[in-house]
């Protein structure tokens, strides 16, 4: 999938007037990020509008709206971020919006930098916007992986934590006769008492056996 991306990028680079570089930005939940790019001055141009909260590459993500800036040195509608748009070298650019996926809040953005003014004309607008829903297939289709890779992540972490807790617990209760119930809440009174985590007091009492010093056993659960 990010050859794929970064196969869009290059092929736009190559067709687009202007001697761009260019960069595929991908927006879940408002958070963009950088996914593909030809070189250093797209990603940071893409990076100084993340950094604002704005610019012609998030607008057209978040409008769906084909956002050209035709002179970076006349055009007045992001002021703090045009005149260093210029002084990087880039002097037009074009965004093609990506349409990924409305219900989980994901959007995107092919972004063009040229380093002439007024580099794109209507063919070349026309030539942009083909490119777009073979980024937006790549990139929904990443945005799907890293979120399924994300939850099994979590997952095993969960079954790991609580595979640790449950020993520990299993370590209190044969150790000193307690219930499932009254060990877990051992395990939570030394948590808040020492101020650790749960998980952390019980991983040391698996791999070591030793308990934090204190009285935790007069009153269990």
Same mark, same amino acid.
């Given at each position: 999938?990010?050859?794929?991306?970064?196969?869009?990028?290059?092929?736009?680079?190559?067709?687009?007037?202007?001697?761009?570089?260019?960069?595929?930005?991908?927006?879940?939940?408002?958070?963009?990020?950088?996914?593909?790019?030809?070189?250093?001055?797209?990603?940071?141009?893409?990076?100084?509008?993340?950094?604002?909260?704005?610019?012609?590459?998030?607008?057209?993500?978040?409008?769906?709206?084909?956002?050209?800036?035709?002179?970076?040195?006349?055009?007045? /509608?992001?002021?703090?971020?045009?005149?260093?748009?210029?002084?990087?070298?880039?002097?037009?650019?074009?965004?093609?919006?990506?349409?990924?996926?409305?219900?989980?809040?994901?959007?995107?953005?092919?972004?063009?930098?040229?380093?002439?003014?007024?580099?794109?004309?209507?063919?070349?607008?026309?030539?942009?916007? /083909?490119?777009?829903?073979?980024?937006?297939?790549?990139?929904?289709?990443?945005?799907?992986?890293?979120?399924?890779?994300? /939850?099994?992540?979590?997952?095993?972490?969960?079954?790991?934590?609580?595979?640790?807790?449950?020993?520990?617990?299993?370590?209190?209760?044969? /150790?000193?006769?307690?219930?499932?119930?009254?060990?877990?809440?051992?395990?939570?009174?030394?948590?808040?008492?020492?101020?650790?985590?749960?998980?952390?007091?019980?991983?040391?009492?698996?791999?070591?056996?030793?308990?934090?010093?204190?009285?935790?056993?007069?009153?269990?659960?």
């Amino acid at each position: 999938m990010e050859y794929l991306l970064q196969t869009v990028a290059d092929l736009t680079k190559a067709v687009m007037p202007g001697s761009p570089e260019t960069s595929v930005t991908l927006v879940v939940k408002d958070r963009p990020t950088t996914v593909a790019t030809t070189g250093q001055l797209a990603l940071d141009l893409d990076e100084k509008q993340y950094e604002r909260g704005h610019g012609p590459c998030l607008h057209a993500a978040r409008t769906g709206e084909l956002t050209e800036i035709a002179d970076m040195l006349t055009d007045s /509608r992001w002021p703090d971020y045009t005149p260093r748009a210029a002084e990087r070298g880039a002097l037009s650019s074009l965004s093609v919006p990506l349409a990924i996926d409305d219900d989980e809040q994901v959007t995107g953005a092919i972004n063009i930098y040229a380093r002439e003014p007024d580099a794109f004309d209507e063919a070349s607008r026309t030539a942009a916007t /083909r490119f777009g829903p073979y980024a937006a297939v790549a990139a929904g289709d990443l945005h799907a992986f890293r979120s399924a890779r994300a /939850r099994a992540d979590n997952l095993q972490a969960a079954l790991a934590t609580r595979g640790v807790i449950d020993q520990a617990k299993g370590i209190l209760m044969d /150790r000193h006769q307690l219930t499932a119930d009254q060990a877990f809440q051992v395990l939570a009174q030394m948590s808040m008492k020492t101020n650790r985590k749960l998980f952390a007091i019980a991983d040391e009492l698996v791999h070591t056996g030793d308990l934090p010093p204190g009285k935790w056993f007069a009153r269990p659960g």
